[in-house]
C-alpha cells in the first residue's frame, strides 16, 4: 500500500477547490405522507392532546408492544427519558454501578448518571462495535445493578451471553435499541430479550415521531413502575407514590408514531438494500464494513466503515473532504464516551456525584476500553435513511472513490 497522507493537494478534490460531487448535502427528513396526516388531524381536532385524555398513546403502545412481541409498552417524550425511566425502574441509584459500552451515543450514558449511578464502561467487540460480554463479565461488582447493551447502528448485540451472565450475577438487562427498530436476534425482535429495552422516535429513527421514545417490557411489575415514572410519580390520581417525571408522550406524537410502525418493515427493507449496495460498492477500497453476525438481521440504522487511518487527525482531513463533496457521510462518534470531559473529570453534578459520592466505591486505576478508543477514531457512518434516493447512494459511493485513495 502506497504511504499514508494526512492532507491532500489533489486539486479535484471539492475540500481543494475542484467540483463537488454535489451540489448541495441532501438534508435528511422522515417520510411521512397522509397517513401521518389524517392520524395527527383527527388528535388535534379532538382537542384532547395529552395521553391523559386522548387514547392513541395507548393504542399505540399496544401495537408497538405486539410488534415487538413483548406483553407491555410504556410510551415516553424521548428515548432518553426511556433510559432514564428503565433505570429509575430497575432501581439504579447512589453507589451502584451500571455498565454500558462508551462507543455509543452520549444519552446511554447520561440517562445511568441522571440517576445518580456510576457508569462503568466495558470495552466493544472489533467485529460488531457493540458490547462485548466477557468485558462486561470482566467488570460486574457487587455493586452492579444493571447493564446497558446498545444494538449500536441497528447491529444487535450479542443478547444470549448478555442476558446468561446478567441472570447468573443478578443484574438488570436493559436493551438500549433506540437504533435498531425492527432488527432481529435469532428469530426475535430486538428489545424482547433484556428485562426492559428502550427505543427513541426521533426524528432520524428507523421509525420516528419528530421526538419521542418508548420502554418495552414483559414485567407487569416494571411497567406499572414505568408509568408511573413517567407521570411524576402518580399511581392513581394525586396519589405520589414514587419520585416520577413528566415524561409523558403528546398525543399527536403517538399518532405520529403509530402510522410510522405501519411502515416500519418497509423503511427497514429500504435501509437494507442500501447497506448491501455500500457493502458490494465499496469492495477494492481499504475499508472495514459489518456483517450481522450469523442468526441477526440488522436495522441498518446507519452503516459504519472503518478506515485504515492513521489516527484521529488522518480521520478527520477524510471526514472533511467527504463532507465538502456533500454526500452524508458522518463521524458520529470520534472519541469514546469515557473521554468526554465531565464524565473523565468526574463533574456531572456537584461535589463529585455520582462517582465520588460517600456511597459509591473508589474508582479502580486503570482497565481503559482500547478496542473503543482506536475504532471511534477510525469510523464513519453512511446514512441509509429512506428519504435518500438511490442517486445518493451512488453519490455517497463515488465520493468515497474519489476521496479515500487521495488520503490512503
Ligand atoms: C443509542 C441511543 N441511545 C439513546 C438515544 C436517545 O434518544 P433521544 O434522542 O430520543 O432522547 C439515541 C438517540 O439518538 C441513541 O442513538
Known sequence: MKKKRIT????????????????????????????????????LKSGRLT???NDAVERFEKAFAAYCGTKHCVAVNSGTAALHVALAAAGA???????????????????????NAVPVFADIDRDTLNID????????????????????????????????????????VIEDACQAHGALYKGRKVGSMGDMACFSFQESKNMAAG????????????ADKCRIIRHIGMAAKYEYVALGYNYRMPAMSAAVAHAQLGKLDSFNERRARMADYYREKLVGLPVKTYDPPPGTVSANHLFPITLPTSGIEHTFEIYKALAAENVPVWWVYPRPLNSVDFIKNKRAYSKGC???????????????????????????????APCYSEAVARDTVKAIWKVLPEFL
Open 8 to 43: 491532500s493537494t489533489a486539486a479535484h478534490l471539492a475540500i481543494n477547490g475542484g467540483p463537488p460531487v454535489r451540489k448541495k448535502t441532501p438534508p435528511q427528513k422522515m417520510l411521512v405522507d397522509e397517513a401521518e396526516a389524517r392520524a395527527v388531524a383527527a388528535v
Open 51 to 53: 395521553s391523559l385524555s
Open 93 to 115: 441509584g447512589p453507589g451502584d454501578e451500571v455498565i454500558a459500552p462508551p462507543y455509543t451515543f452520549i444519552a446511554t450514558v447520561s440517562a445511568i448518571i441522571q440517576q
Open 133 to 172: 460480554p466477557a468485558r462486561v463479565e470482566e467488570k460486574i461488582t457487587r455493586r452492579t445493578k444493571a447493564v446497558v447493551p446498545v444494538h449500536l447502528f441497528g447491529l444487535p448485540a450479542d443478547m444470549d451471553r448478555i442476558t446468561a451472565i446478567a441472570k447468573r450475577r443478578g443484574i438488570t
Open 211 to 222: 421526538e419521542g421514545g418508548a420502554i418495552v417490557t414483559n414485567s407487569g411489575a416494571l
Open 354 to 384: 455520582p462517582f465520588d459520592c460517600p456511597h459509591a466505591a473508589p474508582a479502580k486505576a486503570g482497565g481503559g476500553c482500547p478496542v473503543a478508543d482506536e475504532l471511534s477514531a477510525r469510523t464513519l457512518v453512511l446514512v441509509t
